[in-house]
């Protein structure tokens, strides 16, 4: 059976010091979390020591925001695998759309990062997600279709296991307009057939897929509901212990 993982993306907020209050609050508002959800939380890259102290021995699983695809040297500013893995990093999100579309990052450039991620043990959670304008013309099976298969070139049968694809349509991301359930049900069950013609029908049944864009207390609910959305990465609502904590505990 498929797990449900609610994650929080902090994005560039919280200095290490509010951070880790905030993680101490989270820590004691979720002692108790149902077996068949993850929960996991990303802070910025300062505040990951400080959160992973903090949270270590809970049910809360550690992310980082991005990775670089080299094993370590010259890269000015760039963070390793290494160095997340030995602050206790369990999760990596990749491909992020402000990432892409800020950053100008490709899919071949988060293909290399998805394979360093998963050659180190960390468990990747790529995003892949049309823009507005791609949607409007047709255009969002095409696009994500090509994310996917981009990304994930190399990668194993095997390796499949660690990895989590996040469905996050642009147009959702910070916007206040998430997308229907039935929109989101049916770009996730287009990627799910799709894994499934890459690989194999049980790693496609395995594999978690997230829905992110504007996820919030008050819709979270009729997302989950759909049988091919297992989770949610969230910006803006994981960010106050309230509204975190009954995205955990959604209702089913
Ligand atoms: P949002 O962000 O929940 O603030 O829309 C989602 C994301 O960027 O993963």
Redesign the pocket.
Known sequence: MRKYLIAG?W?MNLVPSKAKEFAEELVDNLKKINDDIIVMVAPPFTALEGVSNIIKGSKIKLGAQNINDNEDGAYTGEISADMLLDIGVEYVIIG???RRHIYNENNEFINKKVLKALSKGLKPIL?VGELLSERETGDTEKVVREQVVKCLNGVSREQMVNLVI?Y?PVW????GKVATPEQAEEVHAFIRKLIEELYDKDTASDLIIQY????KPDNIDGLMVKENLDGA??????LKVDSFCRLVNFNK
């Open positions: 993306n994005k992020h759309s402000e995003c996040a996050e959702a991301i910070g916007t992110g864009g504007s996820v990465l969230v910006g803006g609502a994981s």
